[in-house]
């Protein structure tokens, strides 16, 4: 028998292929430094949840900036309604001439107008009222806001969730497919098998590259909620719980909507209207306006001067305040009025979110205990009765996918369920994360 000889490498042979290893990893080393060093690339590290989402979607700049500006915009208001009014500068001057000679008259004053109804504390104590109204319109929009990026991370999360299920029933029949083809060559089974069941994984691999599509695209818009492709860019994909906690008693969530930012933004607009309302019945209090100055007289007699005061109240005679208070007092019955339809609109829409989400979930665990397991069962005993021959190829596929089908009916129970459980935290003042 001839010797067996191995083939040995020179060690100059060696060396030079480690050069040019070293010379070849060099060069790739320069052009990823300089394609990242022209543009800089986060590297997906892990992926978000939905705590992140939410922290994302409330820290953007514009929305802080935005916040902001409306709580400015109502604190201004409320120094309007505090101040005082401006004191009034006079002068004036007055000449006679005479037989006896010219005489000239010249007058200062300093006049303040003093409001003694107590209009400006009850319009202060409005306006600060406004503020809180204007904060809880925040907490309304970020709720909504929040409510959003939730949304959206769900969607995404349940068709990447979708798109796994495909991965794993793709695998399931390209391992079956293995095992016809080897039985093929064997005699065992006939072509049309392998052929068939490769047709079904064909079409599988099209509804994945379906939801891969989908998948970018619900990314694409949770990333603009988010801040930008930048902000995202550390996170690979999202990761979560599709399928939501019980939620808490109805009585304790029906009992916490009058907390609620919206409708509790209508009662303080109630209750500022009505202190509008109480300053408006004020009109009929005159005000008062007094004054002190200086007068001198110049004439041939010589110069004269001496002290000044006046007193003077406005007589409320046409102008009473009428309009204003029937304005005011329309403004807080419309408030009162909107804020009880709210309550009780909000209360019949807990109730029935409630009761869906407790049913989608009774659904989800039944669907996973029963209908999934029966079909896990079900492609176990198709597979073991192929293999003896008592079943074809298409019996087999349906197997396949009635298991695959529960999977997915899984997932879609389960968003439902998600869902229902985000606009429930929207309708009772939004979820504690």
């Given at each position: 028998m001839p010797h067996s000889r191995s083939h040995k490498i020179p060690i100059t042979g060696r060396f030079l292929n480690v050069k040019k290893i070293l010379v070849?990893?060099?060069?790739?080393?320069?052009?990823?430094?300089?394609?990242?060093?022209?543009?800089?690339?986060?590297?997906?590290?892990?992926?978000?949840?939905?705590?992140?989402?939410?922290?994302?979607?409330?820290?953007?700049?514009?929305?802080?900036?935005?916040?902001?500006?409306?709580?400015?915009?109502?604190?201004?208001?409320?120094?309007?309604?505090?101040?005082?009014?401006?004191?009034?500068?006079?002068?004036?001057?007055?000449?006679?001439?005479?037989?006896?000679?010219?005489?000239?008259?010249?007058?200062?004053?300093?006049?303040?107008r003093l409001e003694i109804s107590g209009q400006r504390g009850l319009r202060?104590?409005?306006?600060?009222?406004?503020?809180?109204?204007?904060?809880?319109?925040?907490?309304?929009?970020r709720i909504a806001i929040e409510t959003d990026a939730r949304t959206r991370f769900y969607q995404a999360l349940h068709q990447q969730a979708r798109a796994r299920a495909i991965v794993d029933w793709i695998?399931?029949?390209t391992a079956t497919e293995a095992i016809i083809r080897k039985r093929q060559a064997a005699g065992e089974v006939s072509g049309y098998d392998a052929v068939r069941l490769s047709t079904e994984r064909v079409s599988a691999q099209a509804s994945l590259r379906q939801a891969r599509a989908r998948f970018a695209r619900l990314w694409a818009e949770l990333s603009a909620v988010l801040g930008?492709?930048?902000?995202?860019?550390?996170?690979?994909?999202?990761?979560?719980?599709?399928?939501?906690?019980?939620?808490?008693?109805?009585?304790d969530l029906l009992a916490s909507l009058n907390?609620?930012?919206?409708?509790?933004?209508?009662?303080?607009?109630?209750?500022?209207?009505?202190?509008?309302?109480?300053?408006?019945?004020?009109?009929?209090?005159?005000?008062?306006?007094?004054?002190?100055?200086?007068?001198?007289?110049?004439?041939?007699?010589g110069r004269d001067s001496?002290?000044?005061?006046?007193?003077?109240?406005s007589i409320p005679l046409f102008d009473r305040g009428q309009p204003e208070q029937q304005r005011a007092a329309a403004n807080t019955a419309i408030a009162r009025s909107e804020f009880e339809l709210a309550l009780a609109t909000a209360e019949g829409e807990v109730r029935g979110r409630w009761l869906e989400l407790n049913e989608l979930i009774a659904t989800a665990h039944s669907q996973q205990e029963?209908?999934?397991?029966?079909?896990?069962?079900?492609?176990?005993?198709?597979?073991?009765?192929?293999?003896?021959?008592?079943?074809?190829?298409?019996?087999?596929?349906?197997a396949y996918r009635g298991?695959?089908?529960?999977?997915?009916?899984?997932?879609?129970?389960?968003?439902?369920a998600r869902h229902a459980r985000i606009e429930l935290d929207r309708l009772t003042g939004g979820p504690e994360l």
């Open positions: 070849v990893g060099g060069l790739a080393a320069t052009l990823v430094a300089t394609v990242y060093a022209a543009e800089p690339i986060a590297i997906p590290t892990r992926p978000l949840t939905e705590a992140e989402s939410v922290q994302l979607a409330l820290a953007r700049p514009a929305l802080q900036s935005l916040d902001e500006a409306r709580l400015a915009l109502a604190r201004s208001d409320v120094a309007a309604a505090g101040r005082w009014s401006n004191p009034q500068f006079q002068y004036s001057r007055e000449e006679v001439d005479r037989a006896g000679g010219d005489m000239t008259d010249e007058f200062f004053w300093l006049s303040q202060k104590r409005a306006a600060e009222q406004r503020v809180g109204a204007a904060g809880l319109a925040t907490d309304a929009e695998a399931r029949m930008g492709e930048r902000v995202v860019a550390p996170y690979d994909g999202v990761a979560g719980r599709l399928l939501p906690e019980a939620p808490a008693p109805l009585a907390a609620r930012p919206d409708i509790a933004r209508l009662e303080s607009e109630a209750a500022a209207h009505e202190l509008d309302r109480r300053a408006d019945a004020r009109s009929w209090v005159p005000e008062l306006t007094l004054g002190v100055g200086h007068k001198l007289i110049d004439d041939d007699l001496g002290p000044m005061v006046s007193a003077g109240i029963e209908a999934r397991v029966d079909a896990k069962r079900l492609v176990e005993i198709a597979e073991a009765a192929y293999r003896g021959g008592e079943l074809g190829v298409l019996e087999l596929l349906d298991a695959h089908e529960a999977e997915l009916l899984a997932l879609r129970i389960a968003t439902l």
